[in-house]
Structure formats: C-alpha cells, structure tokens
T-cell receptor, first 116, second 111 residues
C-alpha cells in the first residue's frame, strides 16, 4: 500500500514569507503528527491531529499551525518565516486511535525547508 | 517527560550482531517501547516495539529488562544498509507532546 506522502520535498523561502506543507497519510490512518528536525534540536514534536481535531501540541510559537481535512490529509503552515525555521519537516500517520503505544508511526520522507 | 538515554554512536563489523542499548528510567507500566531508525535523507522508519515481553520481527529483536527501565535492540547480522541513526522512545498513550526523540545512536557498519 502507498506510504505517507509529503509535498513539496524541497523548498526555499525568504524571511517573512509563509509556507504550507502537505501530508497524505496511509489510507485508513486517521492520526497525523508533525515534527521538526534540525541538527541542533533533533526531532521535535509540533502537533497531532485525529479526525480533524488537534489533540496535542508541542512547544512551538503560534506561527506554526496545522489542520486536517475529512480525508485525513493534513497541512501545516508556518507564517512570518525566520532563518531558524530552516529544517526538515516530517509528518507521520498512525492507525487505530493513534498514539496508544500499540500503534506505530509511519513517517514520510519529509519536506526540506530552507529560509534565506 | 518521556526521555530516553542512548549512546551517541556505535560501530559494528558487517555480518556481526549489534546490541543497541537504551535507558528509560521514567517509563510507566502502560508505556510501549518503540525503536525507529533514520537513514540519510529519509524519514524515520519503524523497527520494532514492545510492552513487557521480548519481541522479534524480521528486522530485529527487542529485549526488555524485567523492570522495564532499559531495553536493547538487537540486529542479528549487521549489514551496510543498517547504518543509520537509531531512536528509542517510549509512548505515553496519545500524549505525543510528552514523547521526546533523543539524539539517538548513530550506528556505523564496517565492511
């Protein structure tokens, strides 16, 4: 079956712009979570959605937002980009109720954002 | 928070077994232990997970200590394709914000 698809794979923006990243989960998965990965901070949790509702949110400023659609596809948006937002943004999907511990995460390949 | 401790790096010869340790002293009784690995330029990939008993799958084995405060990922015969960063985490039910991916262990496989 198809894996988790993230688009775009690479993008370059300038400071002050905004960006929208997309994630299509595995068919049937209703939980989608987002992560930021940087060399200095490692993998950090951004937020998690289940059935169009945000259930969990990490410690990131309000410039980072997301949403989930009825088909479970998810988008994340970063407004007023800063140089420090340059990172690999990963999304993962999970089946069942998501995050129960018994369910595993399937990650996409990520979207590499460079802010100049 | 759900923090784990792993060695920063390890080396193994090709075709030999590898034991990757992880400490998770703050784990609670209902937390599952998960292992993921990340190859260069890819997203993390699921390896194995378990609750209390040792687990085996086609990729690896997971040995969980009796007190559950530590675990070991066992790759039975390391191949060059196993060179990756290995992350050990434990999952508190639906509490994604409590899950912390540490720096992981960077495994090098020597031909």
């Amino acid at each position: 079956k198809a894996g988790v698809t993230q688009t775009p794979r690479y993008l370059i923006k300038t400071r002050g712009q905004q960006v929208t990243l997309s994630c299509s989960p595995i068919s049937g998965h209703r939980s989608v979570s987002w992560y930021q990965q940087t060399p200095g901070q490692g993998l950090q949790f951004l937020f998690e959605y289940f059935s169009e509702t945000q259930r969990n949110k990490g410690n990131f400023p309000g410039r980072f937002s997301g949403r989930q659609f009825s088909n479970s596809r998810s988008e994340m948006n970063v407004s007023t980009l800063e140089l420090g937002d340059s990172a690999l943004y990963l999304c993962a999907s999970s089946g069942g109720q998501g995050g129960s511990g018994a369910n595993v995460l399937t990650f996409g390949a990520g979207s590499r954002l460079t802010v100049l | 928070d759900a923090k784990t401790t792993q060695p920063n790096s390890m080396e193994s010869n090709e075709e030999e077994p590898v034991h990757l340790p992880c400490n998770h002293s703050t784990i609670s009784g209902t937390d599952y232990i998960h292992w993921y690995r990340q190859l260069p330029s890819q997203g993390p990939e699921y390896v194995i997970h378990g609750l209390t008993s040792n687990v085996n799958n086609r990729m690896a084995s997971l040995a969980i200590a009796e007190d559950r405060k530590s675990s070991t990922l066992i790759l039975h015969r390391a191949t060059l394709r196993d060179a990756a960063v290995y992350y050990c985490i434990f999952w508190r039910a639906a509490s994604y914000d409590k899950v912390i991916f540490g720096p992981g262990t960077s495994l090098s496989v020597i031909p």
